[in-house]
DNA sequence: ATAAAACAGACTATATTAGTCGGTTATATC
DNA sequence: GATATAACCGACTAATATAGTCTGTTTTAT
């Protein structure tokens, strides 16, 4: 039950985007990098997953660099979180297996309001 | 974000002993083990960290075995997973270093919903 | 041309998880 | 009181996941 440190690093790049986003701007990863106190070649790996789930995009090439895909407002914890870490709290083998496990409902009630709690906050809110 | 297969035996273990509760019945750890197909050896690491934290009680010698320290009605899940997973989503360090960290706030609201939805579970609600 | 930056895949080191094994201690029953 | 049963205990191992590194290729502004 605990929150890789790839989440918390790629929660954090989210946030710094957000907190400088404006219109046409792009950020080089070094800068992110640098500024979060976040290792490079780490982040390089994270951001590339967080650009395939459609969540930032990027400008190749000299002044290039990363930015948000869409408004602060629009992009989620839940979608970041969702996009580094798997989300489901357990796969139960057993539910398959014997039909019924005495402990789903627990796994479904804490996926379900996790999700809930994820979702409900959005990146504006986060660079305040 | 996942819970460990201990703390999904525990769960089962304990769901286990709340469906055949009865005063001064005990249970031994084989009839658990096969019952809920769950490696016995493994299992009894794992209820001796439940008995530590006062979930369970023990019987020794024959006819021994193991019980619910209290009634099923005021043994949260909440309980179980507390006492074999760590329950904090993330040790920011960050937020020690630098005082403040922007995702604080995240995972401050994620580890009070996973704490609000597992303590409004309780065993008894679970054998049914 | 060249330099800055994104993109990509293979690799390594460390930590955690899941489970095993060999024993010791307590106690009901014969 | 011997014995068998079941809890108790600590050290060990195997497998997997995490966290990061390294070496390069591709794109593009200047």
Redo the contacts with the bound molecule.
């Keep these: 039950?605990?929150?890789?440190?790839?989440?918390?690093?790629g929660l954090r790049a989210m946030v710094y985007l957000a907190k400088n986003f404006k219109r046409n701007k792009?950020?080089?990863?070094?800068?992110?990098s640098k500024s979060e106190d976040?290792?490079?070649?780490?982040?390089?790996?994270i951001?590339?997953e967080l650009?395939?789930s459609d969540l930032?995009?990027?400008?190749?090439?000299?002044?290039?660099?990363?930015f948000l895909a869409c408004s602060p407002r629009k992009i989620t914890a839940g979608d970041i979180v969702g996009a580094l870490?798997?989300t489901k709290p357990v796969n139960c083998l057993i539910c398959g297996r014997m039909g019924k496990c005495s402990a789903k409902s627990v796994w479904n009630k804490l996926e379900q309001s996790l999700k809930d709690a994820l979702d409900s906050i959005n990146l504006s809110e986060l660079t305040k």
Excluded: C, H
């Design positions: 039950m605990q929150i890789s440190k790839k989440t918390q690093y792009v950020f080089p990863l070094r800068e992110i976040i290792p490079f070649d780490f982040l390089e790996k951001i590339l650009e395939k930032v995009k990027a400008k190749k090439g000299p002044n290039g660099g990363y870490e798997k």
